[in-house]
T-cell receptor
Framework: GNSVTQMEGPVTLSEEAFLTINCTYTATGYPSLFWYVQYPGEGLQLLLK?????DKGSNKGFEATYRKETTSFHLEKGSVQVSDSAVYFCALTIQGAQKLVFGQGTRLTINP | DTAVSQTPKYLVTQMGNDKSIKCEQNLGHDTMYWYKQDSKKFLKIMFSYNNKELIINETVPNRFSPKSPDKAHLNLHINSLELGDSAVYFC??????????????FGPGTRLTVL
């Protein structure tokens, strides 16, 4: 089946620290990969995506590279801000499946 | 200019009651979804509709009945509410076929509390 596994949270960092949130997946077929972010009290927003192997998605200083050989899509940011505090979800979809499969979410807290 | 909207935002009710949550999208998308987010933030799809037709039903109890009067609306009706139904319910939409991109746009969520 299709599944996504994220690193256990919560993650707490100081402002300007380097961030990595690990995400690995198993999929039948060729998935598209996503990172969604959920700020406190809000719905999910797409942060970035990659639709094929070796693609790099980037947005707001965040990056993730689709690694088929390691079935990974780790989220990185070089210097986090307090405003990055949120829950981050890694997700995949298989073409034609018409549903997102989410990881369990990683809560990130950035302290000033 | 809200893309995906849900009402109500909060819903507190007694066990055994029947309640509905409404969702509307103004993005012109063909496909709409309902997701359930539990207290540990885990998100799981419940239903998906494409052009008013049910295409995904993820073994959700039949107390949950989605209704799509048109492709811009997908409402969720829940009968005989149970304590375990307490969660945040998210509506989402996407344009299909999407070439496998699968990007979905989410509403702000409805926090349901069953007492």
């Amino acid at each position: 089946g299709n599944s996504v596994t994220q690193m256990e949270g919560p993650v707490t960092l100081s402002e300007e620290a380097f961030l990595t949130i690990n995400c690995t997946y198993t999929a039948t077929g060729y998935p598209s990969l996503f990172w969604y972010v959920q700020y406190p009290g809000e719905g999910l927003q797409l942060l970035l995506k990659a639709t094929k192997a070796d693609d790099k998605g980037s947005n707001k200083g965040f990056e993730a590279t689709y690694r088929k050989e390691t079935t990974s899509f780790h989220l990185e940011k070089g210097s986090v801000q307090v405003s990055d505090s949120a829950v981050y979800f890694c997700a995949l979809t298989i073409q034609g499946a018409q549903k997102l499969v989410f990881g369990q979410g990683t809560r990130l807290t950035i302290n000033p | 200019d809200t893309a995906v909207s849900q009402t109500p935002k909060y819903l507190v009710t007694q066990m055994g009651n029947d309640k509905s949550i409404k969702c509307e999208q103004n993005l012109g998308h063909d496909t709409m979804y309902w997701y359930k987010q539990d207290s540990k933030k885990f998100l799981k799809i419940m239903f998906s509709y494409n052009n008013k037709e049910l295409i995904i039903n993820e073994t959700v109890p039949n107390r949950f009945s989605p209704k799509s009067p048109d492709k811009a609306h997908l409402n969720l009706h829940i009968n005989s509410l149970e304590l375990g139904d307490s969660a945040v319910y998210f509506c989402a939409s996407s344009q299909e076929p999407s070439g496998g991109n699968g990007e979905q746009f989410f509403g702000p969520g409805t926090r349901l509390t069953v007492l």
